[in-house]
T-cell receptor
Framework: RKEVEQDPGPFNVPEGATVAFNCTYS??????FFWYRQDCRKEPKLLMS???SGNEDGRFTAQLNRASQYISLLIRDSKLSDSATYLC???????????FGTGTKLQVIP | DADVTQTPRNRITKTGKRIMLECSQT?????MYWYRQDPGLGLRLIYY???????NKGEISDGYSVSRQAQAKFSLSLESAIPNQTALYFC?????????????FGPGTRLTVL
């Protein structure tokens, strides 16, 4: 079993739709969590950190559920420019262990 | 100018050749990392360095070596390249010292080993 698991998708959604991704992690010692966005053949870029209390940045909302060991990303009012692969990241051990999920591909359709 | 640069951006080489991938960062960070990305496997950590004198193996270090020439430079070498090292390689540098910091990635090097 992978330490960080994501549904690879693709998720094909129309513009304006709301879409949610989940990511599960198996290491209960994981301390910090992030969502990165990666465009095709480009480097990953930080989308947002994920806090226990949940956090929101514009159309994006991230949640952490430590009891069930998953994090989620909700995108509201999807834009064509949101089309990308979204990577879930869990870290532990003072950043000595950084584990990326394989990514979930989102395609927003006109 | 980009904060993290990688050279070359693309490289095709033959089995058995020695290859060096270079990474430079202008952010002044102490930590630097090398990852490879393969379809279906995600990003995997090869080596990481906390400072010039502190280099550590990551998840998949076999077949690779690194050199931290200065705070700003971290090179990855494939001593004798093999086809299953064909991948997209990223250099990254975290913002700080703690678990909560985030990583800035270079643009990547696409390596093909024939």
């Amino acid at each position: 079993r992978k330490e960080v698991e994501q549904d690879p998708g693709p998720f094909n959604v129309p513009e304006g739709a709301t879409v949610a991704f989940n990511c599960t992690y198996s290491n209960s010692a994981s301390q910090s969590f992030f969502w990165y966005r990666q465009d095709c053949r480009k480097e990953p870029k930080l989308l947002m950190s994920v806090y226990s209390s949940g956090n929101e940045d514009g159309r994006f909302t991230a949640q952490l559920n430590r009891a069930s060991q998953y994090i989620s990303l909700l995108i509201r009012d999807s834009k064509l420019s949101d089309s990308a692969t979204y990577l879930c990241v869990a870290t532990s051990g003072g950043y000595q262990k950084v584990t990326f999920g394989t990514g979930t591909k989102l395609q927003v359709i006109p | 100018d980009a904060d993290v640069t990688q050279t070359p951006r693309n490289r095709i080489t033959k089995t058995g050749k020695r290859i060096m991938l270079e990474c430079s960062q202008t952010k002044g960070h102490d930590r630097m990392y090398w990852y490879r990305q393969d379809p279906g496997l995600g990003l995997r950590l090869i080596y990481y360095s906390f400072d010039v004198k502190d280099i550590n193996k990551g998840e998949i270090s076999d077949g690779y070596s690194v050199s931290r020439q200065a705070q700003a430079k971290f090179s990855l070498s494939l001593e004798s390249a093999i086809p299953n090292q064909t991948a997209l390689y990223f250099c990254a540098t975290p913002t700080g010292q703690g678990v909560g910091d985030t990583q800035y990635f270079g643009p990547g090097t696409r390596l093909t080993v024939l």
